[in-house]
C-alpha cells in the first residue's frame, strides 16, 4: 500500500495559477471518481478542499478546482494567496476497499 | 457543532499496548463511516483504518492488520482503536475523521500523539 504520487513541492507567486498531480493506478484513482484533496497548515488537522474528484465543499473558494485523467488527479489553485501556503495530500478509494493518501506536496507562495 | 475529540495517547514501549477513543459530538455518528489516519512527525498522512456506521465491516492499512481492531459504541458516540504490538514507526498523530461520502473527510479531531518508545 505504497503512497499516490504527488510532486515533493510546488511555488507560485501570489495571484498566479498552480496544478498538484496525483498519480495512481486503475485500482484506484483511475477505477472511482473518490478522489479527495487536504489542505493542512503546520500543527493542524487536515481540511477538505475537493471531494468526489472536482466537487468543492461548502465555504472552501472557487479559487479551489480538481480533475481527473486516467489515473492521475489535479488540484489546481488559481489566483494564489499567501494563506494557500501549506500541505496538500490527495486521497483515493481502492479496489481493495481500502483508501490511499498521496506522499503530500508542500506549497510555497513566493 | 460539529466536533471529534481525540483521547488516550501517550508514551508506550515496544510491544506494548494503547487504546484510543474518539467521542462524536454535534451530529448523529451513526449515520456515517469513521476512520482513524496517522501522521508521523515530519511526515505525510497514512490511512489507518475505518469502521462503517452499523459495524458491519472494517478495514485496514497493511502495516496494521493483525495489530490494530477499530469498534465504535454508537450509543456513545465514540469511536476506538485498540493498538497491540506497537512498533516504533507506529508513533505518530492519530487523527479520527469522519466519511460523508467516500472518502470524503469532512470532519477532523485534532489528533492524539502516540510515542512508541523505550
Known amino acids: 500500500q505504497s503512497a499516490l504520487t504527488q510532486p515533493a513541492s510546488v511555488s507560485g507567486s501570489p495571484g498566479q495559477s498552480i496544478t498538484i498531480s496525483c498519480t495512481g493506478t486503475?485500482?484506484?484513482?483511475?477505477?472511482?471518481?473518490?478522489v479527495s484533496w487536504y489542505q493542512q497548515h503546520p500543527g493542524k488537522a487536515p481540511k477538505l478542499v475537493i471531494y468526489?474528484?472536482?466537487n468543492r465543499p461548502s465555504g472552501i473558494s472557487n479559487r479551489f478546482s480538481g480533475s481527473k485523467s486516467g489515473n492521475t488527479a489535479s488540484l489546481t489553485i488559481s489566483g494564489l494567496q499567501a494563506e494557500d501556503e501549506a500541505h496538500y495530500y490527495c486521497?483515493?478509494?481502492?479496489?481493495?476497499?481500502?483508501?490511499?493518501f498521496g506522499g503530500g506536496t508542500k506549497l510555497t507562495v513566493i | 457543532e460539529v466536533q471529534l475529540v481525540e483521547s488516550g495517547g501517550g508514551l508506550v514501549q515496544p510491544g506494548g499496548s494503547l487504546r484510543l477513543s474518539c467521542t462524536a459530538s454535534g451530529f448523529t455518528s451513526s449515520t456515517y463511516s469513521l476512520h482513524w489516519v496517522r501522521q508521523a512527525p515530519g511526515k505525510g498522512l497514512e490511512w489507518v483504518s475505518y469502521?462503517?456506521?452499523?459495524?458491519?465491516?472494517?478495514y485496514y492499512a497493511d502495516s496494521v492488520k493483525g495489530r490494530f481492531t477499530i469498534s465504535r459504541d454508537n450509543a456513545k458516540n465514540s469511536l476506538y482503536l485498540q493498538m497491540n504490538s506497537l512498533r516504533d514507526e507506529d508513533t505518530a498523530v492519530y487523527y479520527c475523521?469522519?466519511?460523508?461520502?467516500?472518502?470524503?473527510?469532512?470532519?477532523w479531531g485534532r489528533g492524539t500523539l502516540v510515542t512508541v518508545s523505550s
Open positions: 486521497c483515493s478509494y481502492t479496489s481493495s476497499r481500502t483508501v490511499r
Open positions: 468526489n474528484v472536482s
Open positions: 469502521i462503517t456506521g452499523s459495524s458491519s465491516a472494517e
Open positions: 486503475s485500482s484506484d484513482v483511475g477505477g472511482y471518481n473518490y
Open positions: 475523521a469522519r466519511d460523508a461520502g467516500m472518502v470524503m473527510f469532512d470532519q
